[in-house]
DNA sequence: GTCCGAAATTGATCCGCATCAACGACCTCA
DNA sequence: TGAGGTCGTTGATGCGGATCAATTTCGGAC
């Protein structure tokens, strides 16, 4: 086995550098990301008075599947897991949020999924009714909300072909370089991808066993595609990653 | 093997039923289920001039994936299959579209699936850019086109579950009693489902082989839980099937 | 440092579904 | 009425990933 070197450093840095100093939207990191990049500055001020941050601990549940929806979320900070749960326990991970999107929008009033904290996560938070009020006769915020959710369907239409028609390996690498894209878009490209959830984490993501995770990961590794260091992997080999990922 | 009626009799009847007679969108049977509930009579008016009748045939491709988008469609009569493929030619279909459905938004201008007719299908075509210009500060328009994407976007993971977390049985049986509910909504509840497209469609749907929907469905026979007819399902326990999708 | 619990890895075996192959049902058309 | 094509069903077999079962590694507390 490769010897490991903290990745987390590295996503420390990441997590550093897309930080919301959080005292006024003016500054926030995430706001080209986020809906927030729709608003001109007198929205945006009266925008700041319906917020209110909120920190969440690794690990702690920020809403759950089902329950009646009165937040809404802007992730600032940290990363999220968003996920369902079958009656028996199942869990399939429907996705990974990262600072920058926008939780809670419902067609029931109730949450389609559950979501926790993966690490220390920021928020800001707003009343579902403030900010319906708020959104409701902005056409450029809504058309800006709509964007957002037509991309997030795009993307769980690529995650069903994963889902339904990818094999273990095809999987993984997948994830990888997807995942390694979505860090880019915020932070710039690097090697080394900081992997914040748990072997368990991508398993349900996947729709795989944390033991064909492990495996297959153990597997890339042999084949000089990845190096597993702690925290994360650094990838070797993107463009065997992204062949396996586009077959 | 039991004795096979037409149900193919009773989905002409439903899609009569919802039929579009298609002069003029005052009488238009989809409009309650479709993004034109939204409209007043003015802007109804004004919307009807945009939009152009069209019919195709049988297997006929009304968009395919990676194009350029250069129409938004209503659906008004039949039934489509949204697919992805992957470059072996492995094949995901992301969903079925009935009328009522509202295809074509995309965040990139280019389709992320592809769309075939199944039978004869009719559709209401816009223009993307007249559309856009239409709907452009129409804040109910966009809530309606929003709360639509939602809607989709729960499908969307509820359908995840399914490919990544549940057995065949329950697959089958999922697919079922939420098509049936589908139609229900549209068409009143019915013991006897029609289902217009192939074994090959239903597993590409379902992340399975044709093989192995067809031992289901014969599985399901034999349990007394649907009875196999020509051109459909007649559902005999739907409690049994519904439990088998819960589970 | 050592201990402990959680997470990850690895190995052995099993099973659900895929694959390969044949057959049957139904349709169209001559 | 029969030939041929497509679609669906059924059977035999194989394999990828699940399951069961140890280890090993890692991170934190002391």
């Known amino acids: 086995m490769a010897a490991r070197q903290p990745a987390e450093l590295e996503m420390k840095a990441f997590l550093a550098a897309i930080e919301s100093n959080g005292q006024s939207c003016a500054d926030c990191s995430v706001r080209p990301f986020s809906i927030c990049a729709s608003l001109d500055k007198a929205e945006m001020q009266e925008f700041e008075h319906l917020s209110r941050h909120a920190r969440f601990s690794p690990c702690e549940t920020v809403f759950a599947e089902e329950e009646i929806t009165t937040s809404f979320y802007n992730l600032l900070d940290g990363v999220m897991r968003l996920y369902k749960l079958l009656p028996d326990g199942r869990r399939q991970i429907v996705g990974f949020a990262l600072p920058g999107d926008f939780l809670g929008m419902t067609a029931s009033g109730r949450n389609n999924f559950s979501a926790d904290a993966i690490g220390t996560v920021d928020v800001c938070r707003f009343s579902k009714a403030s900010f319906q009020r708020f959104a409701e006769d902005k056409p450029h915020l809504l058309r800006r909300i709509n964007e957002l959710a037509i991309r997030e369907l795009a993307q769980a239409r690529e995650h069903m072909v994963l889902l339904g028609r990818r ?3 095809e999987k993984v690498a997948t ?13 710039g490209a690097s090697a080394t991808l900081p992997l914040p959830m748990s072997r368990q984490d991508i398993a349900d993501y996947l729709g795989l066993t944390i033991e064909t995770v492990s495996r297959t990961f153990t597997k890339l590794e042999r084949d000089g ?10 990838l070797l080999d993107p463009a065997r990653a992204e062949a396996l990922a586009a077959a």
Not at 225 to 234: N, P, R
């Open 167 to 169: 094999s273990a390996e």
């Open 225 to 234: 595609v990845i190096e597993i260091i702690s925290g994360g992997v650094h």
């Open 175 to 187: 994830f990888l370089v997807s995942w390694r894209d979505r860090l880019a878009r915020q932070n």
